[in-house]
């Protein structure tokens, strides 16, 4: 068994038990392997062992690995995690099932017109900035539910979720609470949120998908 298959397994041993104490249904939580940076040989042993939703940043690098990895596993469920621009709109329709980081109209419009010219509909999540971060994207959390409902009304997608990344040097429980009020108003049932370092807290607090890479993973080989 490789290094990252074995890691997988103690990660889904951690959702479970998380899951457990958090009183929810197990399975409840979707694993997100966040593959972003690897190269397929090194994904090869996760989708062995039976891992099958994956996350990357990137359009462009996606486009490079994913086609031929998912001609050999066809059920294999791919989600954007990183952000979106407008002019990737179409290969963001084309190559995900699922995109976390819907944050402004331009970008709704944009998937919108892609969704109805390919006749492909991936699951959508907004990405909300709960820090206020000015480096990150995400639309403001004040702005949220009208956006939500901007979205459904005005651009005619469906949203199925929230996703957010709490600051790095804040502790987490606070944002992962506004995010789980925010898409109780907004009227979502879905909750992108928890990383490696924090997930069994997202899960404490609801989260439907947890975004995990290098506990899966490892550190993240250089990039460039």
Not at 11 to 34: F, S, W
Not at 135 to 147: H, L, N, S
Request: net charge neutral.
């Amino acid at each position: 068994m490789s290094d990252a298959a074995a890691a997988l397994g103690e990660v889904r041993a951690r959702i479970e038990a998380a899951e457990r104490a958090a009183g929810r249904p197990a399975g409840a939580v979707t694993l997100v392997a966040v593959s972003k940076t690897y190269e397929a040989e090194a994904i090869r042993p996760v989708i062995a062992a039976g891992q099958r939703v994956f996350g990357e940043n990137r359009v462009q690098e996606a486009a490079g690995k994913w086609p031929a990895l998912r001609a050999e596993h066809p059920d294999l469920d791919l989600h954007l995690i990183g952000p979106l621009q407008s002019n990737k709109a179409a290969d963001a329709v084309r190559l995900f099932d699922a995109i976390h980081t819907v944050d402004r109209d331009k970008i709704a419009v944009a998937l919108a017109a892609e969704m109805a010219r390919q006749g492909r509909r991936p699951r959508l999540f907004v990405q909300v900035n709960t820090g206020l971060e000015s480096q990150k994207a995400g639309i403001d959390p004040r702005e949220a539910v009208a956006f939500v409902a901007r979205c459904r009304d005005a651009h005619g997608l469906s949203i199925e979720g929230l996703m957010a990344i709490p600051p790095a040097d804040e502790a987490p429980a606070p944002h992962f609470a506004l995010l789980k009020k925010l898409a109780g108003e907004a009227g979502v049932a879905a909750l992108s949120m928890g990383m490696s370092g924090d997930f069994e807290t997202a899960i404490a607090f609801g989260a439907t998908h947890v975004r995990v890479g290098s506990a899966i993973f490892g550190a993240r080989p250089p990039v460039g």
